[in-house]
């Protein structure tokens, strides 16, 4: 990225400049360009860039040429403040569709080395357009002359798991980190929901599986599709020299309070998303057997001090990060020592793997998360699908499907997560949706608009139906019912249309959303002032972001999607949970009500934002 003497590019957009790099994977052709920006969208990066790229096409099929994939960085990606290390993969995808059949505008965010190694080697941005007809991964390196990009052959790491392709590569390139597919990415006709695997310093370091993933939407199908299986970014360091003002922003990152929860516990944090599980457990609204609480303590078995019983858990994190969000845990051995890394605990695969399977027992959750890592899924996706696979058996015990897995059968669950990730089973690889509407039963399958719900009671959060991107990632409500108990029409309308919708600017900007701060606050400014020298006021930030959140649902109203895809499962309604000790609020007449309100606000607002697009794909 390059700017000219205008310091302000709120004003005058035109004056940054990012490097572009295409790549025609059909016919190997490449090229290397600056592109000028045209508004503050462009400039944040990520999401906010790539989504203006789609929409100048329209597609009717994600897996066409035509779908480009476009692999991003945020504007503070590869600099000095803390959690600057994000890429993003977007393009329209095959799991995210409008029930017209068109697929929807999606991204997935990574962390990791990744992105830095790519800013580093001089590239902000690569659309990979068309397939290659023969297996190949992408290296992009930094040269004296520039940056320079390569094509070669994969066959190699083909049928490798994500860990071991990564471990390939390593041995290959000095100084380099890598996004990688794999089987699941690989087999994308029967897997849609295929995660990209990004490798961070601990991983290349400790040669364990300690990848962070860019999950949501199916990008690691995409790049399947493409038969791109890897990418490689390969660049010396060249974080700039810390200042004492970023070195105040990141003090600032560390105790401003909102990342206060996800530090390790020996900082005097909250030890990461595993602690959810026990705020939530006091109204009993942890997701048990596919989001349907009991009356029991039975997810007691998952909280950390019991779990602390038979493992070793270690706070680690990215590249240079404070938070160090990351809870590794590793069996104890009975000398007193420790074994190798079993999995990462995360709140959302250690439920959608554990109580919401009827899996109470952490090693067990440990081989199931650790086997969906190594075969590169989302681990929501297939965590949601395999529980509906589960309470589809538990009601249908003469007709169950697939090998008839029911929820605490650990050894069957085990297999459809393998099958899955090797293309064998294509009714879970494709995602919740479709298995739902194929076998006629849609009430209790947990997905809004085919992305399937991470670990959080669709009863408690109707803003789910208004994230473009997946339901807690891309609408910033999914804990307000817990922490504020609002519910009220107005509230929720209020807080969707206003600050649960700039939860996304995260994912132009480069950070983490663990930095836990709204975009208005003034430590964003200041971190985009002191780290680049640009000056773009909290206001702007807040007006750019709200357009490319509106522009996600402008395209996703293009895309075929109508106001009855704005919603919950309909068991929601229809089947009130009375284990779960929140208010209960949500129902039909409630969602329509508050869709009413919600799209008074947004539909002026999506006026003009798309271009005019006359070519169909
Ligand atoms: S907050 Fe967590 S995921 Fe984000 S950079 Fe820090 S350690 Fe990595």
Redesign the pocket.
Known sequence: MRYTTNLKPADDPGSVFYNRCTIDLNSGATTIGEVPCTNLEDVLGGFGRSFQILAQRKISEAYSPENPLIMNIGLLTGTNV??G??VYFSAYSPLKKSSQGLPAAMWSAA??SFGNKLKWSGIDEVIFEGCSPTPVYAVFRATETGPAVELKPAEHLLELTSHEKIMVLQKEYDGAHFAVIGPAGENFRNVYLGAIAVS?DNQLKSGEQKS?FAGRGGMGSMMGYKNLLAIVAQSPDKLPKMTSAVRDINTGVLKNGG?AR?QPVSQGGGG?TWANIEVLQAFHAVPLNNFRPKNNDDVEGLFRDNVEQEFEVVS????H??????NNLFPRTPDGGRGPLAAKFDFEPLILFGSNVGIYNAKEACELIHLCDLLCMDAISLGATISYVLDYNERHPETPLLNGATFGDFARIRELIEDTGHGRSRDIGRGVKRLSEQVGETSYAMHVKGLELPAYLPETNPGYAFAIAGGHMSMGTHMLLAKEGKTSIDDWARVITTVGLLQVGYDMLG?????GVGMGHELIAGAIKEALGLHISSEDIVVAVRRAFLRGIALELRQGFTDADYSLPSQVYDRINRNVTLPDFITSGFMTELKEKVWEVFTPELEGLLPEVDNEH
């Open positions: 803390m959690t290390l994000r962390s990791g961070t962070r990342s996800f990461g680690e994190g990215c590249f990060c404070g938070i160090r969000c990351h950070l983490c959303k663990f930095v």
